[in-house]
């Protein structure tokens, strides 16, 4: 069989290339030819029209919505999220092979029929908004990595009164160091504004394809302007993503028909979600931002360490998909309310992001016997990865093991998450792992939560592993002593 296959996550950087290396790697042992489409950060190489008419069916392994998918209409599909494809390719690789076989190319009413089944197979309705929102979050990513270094840089060269510096278009000295921290500070603070408007841009245009982008971004301006902040961004962008669904199955006359995707669509949409975004739905969305950044600002004590434990929870839980991106999501938007609770939260969600790998790369250097050649080969490469804050560094270890890994991971990333807010390390870049530690706010309490939080998941790995090999010994010398006693 020749088979296509998509694959993309939030991030578009780890779960991206190791889903399409598991299918690789998958098609391969099973006897045919694949070919795969990063849609990553890296950007992507497009299928060529003869990959795209000799292909026997398609797997679409992504969490957020693929680009492009007209382009598939007539093959038999099998959908998944990426991390079905980094922990179970065989499988979808045989269900591939069977919906081809199924509707056997070169029979046009054949090749047509699998589409109703693949929609009733496919994502559900929550899968599809959890899609939607996660192709925002993937796009919204990279503004937040550089404007948070940018500012981060800013305060650490000029200090945190850099805020008061007047523009640098007003003045600025070459030779003068809070000229440059200046410039740093506000470059950084037009990419953070950014922020909100092309999160709801690129959800709608998940929805609703690029007819919807002008309407999510006013959309998304107007939720800054009202104060609605992130949560404003969101609404947004799902509203302004369906109007334009809605509209695009209008049956306009053939004289504009060609103008409405370029005039009509975004004119109409832009009216409608920025007239209801200005005074309908913008304030009572700005009182919830409100009360949230009230909330935020007044926990304390107990409650802080709670909360720092729940989010390691969630940063470990699946290692950059959907759970980790909504406590990432979270920190990413207390960033804009600027209060001290909101830095406490960053550097919590980014120390605890950093465990994982960390935790599976110590576990695998001092207890070698314990894991293959090859998980002691991603174990290397893992030191690095958690340094770099990618918790996808431990997915391998996760998607072979997953009963002993993940909670051994969890448990290690909650004291991370807990013990950095206890410490009260604060972070201002919302990226960078341990290259970012001279921007920490106490950045010594920081290192010494990632250090214990390592250490207690990788003792819990080690110690559910060994009592694992020692179970799974004892069961073959049992089994084996019958037969044994048969043969004498």
């Known amino acids: 069989m020749k088979i296509l296959a998509v694959t993309a996550c939030p991030t578009g950087i780890a779960h991206t290339y190791m889903a399409a290396e598991a299918l690789e790697v998958a098609a391969e042992e099973a006897g045919h030819e694949i070919v795969v489409e990063t849609q990553g950060s890296a950007g992507s190489t497009p299928f060529t029209p003869e990959q795209l008419a000799e292909a026997d069916a398609i797997i679409l392994a992504a969490d957020v919505e693929v680009r492009d998918k007209d382009r598939f209409a007539h093959l038999p599909t099998v959908t998944a999220g990426v991390k079905k494809a980094i922990g179970g390719a065989p499988g979808l690789i045989e269900q591939a092979v069977a919906a081809a076989e199924a509707a056997p190319k070169g029979s046009a009413p054949a090749a047509a029929e699998p589409q109703p089944a693949v929609k009733q197979t496919g994502p559900g309705t929550a899968s599809k908004v959890r899609g939607w929102l996660m192709t925002g979050v993937s796009y919204v990513i990279p503004f937040v990595a550089a404007g948070g270094l940018l500012i981060a840089l800013g305060f650490a060269l000029g200090g945190y009164q850099i805020t ?33 408007p092309v999160l709801s841009g690129f959800i709608a245009y998940a929805i609703a394809d690029r007819p ?3 309407p999510g971004f006013v959309g998304g301006l107007v939720a800054v302007e009202v104060g609605a902040g992130f949560i404003g961004g969101l609404a947004s962008g799902l509203l302004a993503g369906g109007l334009v669904f809605w509209m695009k199955k209008w049956k306009a006359p053939r004289a504009i028909a060609g103008i409405m995707p370029v005039l009509v669509l975004p004119l109409v949409g832009t009216a409608i979600i920025g007239g209801i975004m200005f005074v309908v739905i913008g304030q009572p969305l700005a009182a919830v931002t409100t009360g949230l950044t009230d909330w935020l600002n007044g926990l304390s004590g107990s409650n802080a360490i709670l909360l720092g434990a729940l989010l390691g929870l969630m940063m470990a839980f699946d290692m950059g998909g959907p759970v980790n991106k909504a406590a990432y999501a979270f920190a990413v938007a207390g960033l804009s309310t600027n209060s001290q609770t909101a830095l406490l939260i960053m550097a919590s969600v980014m120390a605890a992001g950093m465990t994982p790998p960390l935790a599976m790369a110590l576990a695998t250097t001092v207890r070698k016997k314990l894991f293959t050649e090859a998980e002691r080969e991603n174990g290397r490469a893992a030191w690095l990865l958690g340094a770099s804050f990618i918790t996808e560094g431990a997915i391998p270890f996760a998607a072979a093991d997953p009963l002993r890994v993940i909670p051994s991971l969890m448990a290690g990333s909650a004291v991370t998450g807990a ?25 010594f309490g920081y290192l010494v939560a ?37 043969h004498a």
């Open 164 to 196: 008061d510096a007047p523009s640098v278009t007003e003045s600025f000295s070459w030779t003068s160091h809070t000229s440059w921290a200046a410039l740093l500070f506000q470059l950084g603070s037009l990419a953070f504004g950014l922020l909100v």
């Open 212 to 214: 919807a982008l002008v």
């Open 419 to 443: 013990l950095s807010m206890a410490f009260g390390s604060t972070l201002r870049a919302p990226h960078g792992g341990i290259f970012v530690v001279p921007l920490i706010g106490n950045p």
């Open 450 to 486: 990632i250090l214990v939080g390592t250490l207690v998941s990788a003792a819990i790995v080690i110690v559910l592993k060994s009592v694992g090999q020692k179970k799974a010994a004892a069961t073959t010398e049992s089994a084996s002593a019958p037969r044994a006693a048969a």
